[in-house]
């Protein structure tokens, strides 16, 4: 359809089906603004095309938009739960890459395939361009196609997961969030009885401008690993950093860094919604029937490599470390490297824990696969011949 061609009708046709059906509640359970996400499949599967740069647009504003909202914060939040979240972090990637190579050994799997189903099961695009490193073409190609048939299956694994998972564990989240207000404002009048100074807030685009610029660029530079290979922060990681720290600053000599509630509320929910609208074209494009077909046991092996660190991520997080819901929505979605699924968690809560959880597991869940595909490469592809 020639008018499924132009962007400017697929993001408002998306965006529109997708805040109708997520209206609708079944059970008091709806999709909300992650319904967006399905409209674009539905689209991408009828032939709907949207520029990456629309969707690269979006991520840009909504990550800079949580990142503004978690502000200083976040290094507190970091030092009182930092090793629980990076205990629960490595069990979850682990379990994930150790679910991937189960499953690649029953379906018959090679290395480079059990690699790109680890990868694509976490939307992990720079465990991508790692399992690449030193690739014939013959493995580059499985290693993308697995990849490819994966990561649809890691983005609504988890968005599902986070819509349901309320429901499932009989959770009050309004409760939830009050009694996490409280815990903070008891928190920061024992750091200081005066209070917290809050920092001005600014109209102006520029400071937006410049954090994301800087966030792009800080997520491009690579960071060494051993041997010749390198990984980077990537664009979500950088700019979620930079918008950090820049609310934590609040002021760049008389330029306030941090944006008013109404700009951040449109920058979040804008962004938020052309990320899920382009996402979802991406992904509809993919799943053509003959792919399906074709692909069945790596979709297959894919749901269980989605599934099993989830629940254990959970079963850490609840029963044994017993953290609060929303922070575990927020290591959930940073250990499975899921910006749809923050996205998605933003939309069950807009508390800072959710966004804090996330930063601070995101960067270790990201070395963690870059660390399991390279003792895939130099320690199980030989003994898999």
Same mark, same amino acid.
């Given at each position: 359809?020639?008018?499924?061609?132009?962007?400017?009708?697929?993001?408002?046709?998306?965006?529109?089906?997708?805040?109708?059906?997520?209206?609708?509640?079944?059970?008091?359970?709806?999709?909300?603004?992650?319904?967006?996400?399905?409209?674009?499949?539905?689209?991408?599967?009828?032939?709907?095309?949207?520029?990456?740069?629309?969707?690269?647009? /979006?991520?840009?504003?909504?990550?800079?938009?949580? /990142?503004?909202?978690?502000? /200083?914060?976040?290094?507190?939040?970091?030092?009182?739960?930092?090793?629980?979240?990076?205990?629960?972090?490595?069990?979850?990637?682990?379990?994930?890459? @150790?679910?991937?190579?189960?499953?690649?050994?029953?379906?018959?799997?090679?290395?480079?395939?059990?690699?790109?189903?680890?990868?694509?099961?976490?939307?992990?695009?720079?465990?991508? @361009?790692?399992?690449?490193?030193?690739?014939?073409?013959?493995?580059?190609?499985?290693?993308?196609?697995?990849?490819?048939?994966?990561?649809?299956?890691?983005?609504?694994?988890?968005?599902?997961?986070?819509?349901?998972?309320?429901?499932?564990?009989?959770?009050?989240?309004?409760?939830?969030?009050?009694?996490?207000?409280?815990?903070?404002?008891?928190?920061?009048?024992?750091?200081?009885?005066?209070?917290?100074?809050?920092?001005?807030?600014?109209?102006?685009?520029?400071?937006?401008?410049?954090?994301?610029?800087?966030?792009?660029?800080?997520?491009?530079?690579?960071?060494?690993?051993?041997?010749?290979?390198?990984?980077?922060? /990537?664009?979500?990681?950088?700019?979620?950093?930079?918008?950090?720290?820049? @609310?934590?600053?609040?002021?760049?000599?008389?330029?306030?860094?941090?944006?008013?509630?109404?700009?951040?509320?449109?920058?979040?929910?804008?962004?938020?919604?052309?990320?899920?609208?382009?996402?979802?074209?991406?992904?509809?494009a993919l799943l053509n029937a003959e792919t399906?077909?074709?692909? =069945?046991?790596?979709?297959?092996?894919?749901?269980?490599?989605?599934?099993?660190?989830?629940?254990?991520?959970?079963?850490?997080?609840?029963?044994?470390?017993?953290?609060?819901?929303?922070? =575990?929505?927020?290591?959930?979605?940073?250990? =499975?490297?899921?910006?749809?699924?923050?996205?998605?968690?933003?939309?069950?809560?807009?508390?800072?824990?959710?966004?804090?959880?996330?930063?601070?597991?995101?960067?270790?869940?990201?070395?963690?696969?870059?660390?399991?595909?390279?003792? =895939?490469?130099?320690?199980?592809?030989?003994?898999?011949?």
């Amino acid at each position: 359809m020639p008018v499924l061609e132009s962007w400017m009708i697929v993001l408002p046709l998306c965006t529109a089906l997708g805040c109708l059906f997520g209206s609708f509640t079944f059970r008091h359970f709806a999709l909300g603004s992650s319904a967006i996400l399905f409209a674009g499949m539905a689209a991408g599967a009828a032939g709907a095309q949207m520029p990456p740069a629309i969707r690269e647009l /979006g991520l840009a504003l909504f990550i800079y938009s949580v /990142g503004s909202e978690t502000g /200083g914060g976040f290094l507190a939040a970091l030092a009182r739960r930092g090793p629980k979240l990076a205990a629960v972090c490595l069990a979850t990637v682990t379990a994930g890459f @150790a679910a991937a190579l189960l499953c690649g050994l029953c379906f018959g799997l090679p290395p480079a395939g059990i690699a790109g189903l680890f990868g694509g099961a976490l939307t992990s695009t720079p465990a991508l @361009a790692t399992a690449m490193d030193g690739l014939d073409p013959a493995g580059t190609v499985l290693l993308t196609a697995s990849y490819g048939l994966a990561y649809p299956a890691g983005i609504i694994g988890v968005v599902v997961f986070v819509q349901i998972a309320a429901r499932l564990e009989g959770v009050d989240v309004k409760a939830e969030e009050d009694a996490l207000n409280a815990e903070d404002a008891e928190a920061a009048e024992d750091a200081d009885p005066r209070g917290t100074p809050t920092p001005s807030a600014g109209t102006s685009p520029l400071p937006v401008l410049l954090v994301i610029g800087a966030g792009y660029a800080l997520g491009q530079l690579p960071l060494p690993l051993p041997g010749q290979s390198s990984v980077s922060l /990537g664009s979500a990681g950088g700019i979620l950093l930079c918008a950090i720290l820049a @609310a934590g600053k609040g002021h760049a000599g008389k330029l306030p860094l941090l944006p008013s509630p109404q700009m951040r509320l449109f920058l979040r929910d804008f962004g938020l919604y052309a990320f899920l609208a382009g996402v979802g074209v991406q992904t509809g494009a993919l799943l053509n029937a003959e792919t399906l077909r074709s692909g =069945m046991p790596v979709l297959a092996a894919s749901l269980l490599t989605v599934s099993l660190p989830m629940l254990v991520c959970r079963m850490l997080c609840r029963r044994v470390f017993h953290i609060d819901f929303l922070t =575990m929505l927020g290591i959930v979605t940073g250990s =499975m490297t899921s910006t749809p699924g923050l996205a998605a968690a933003s939309s069950v809560s807009p508390h800072r824990a959710v966004v804090q959880a996330y930063a601070a597991v995101y960067p270790l869940a990201l070395l963690c696969m870059i660390f399991m595909i390279k003792i =895939m490469h130099i320690v199980i592809a030989p003994l898999m011949g």
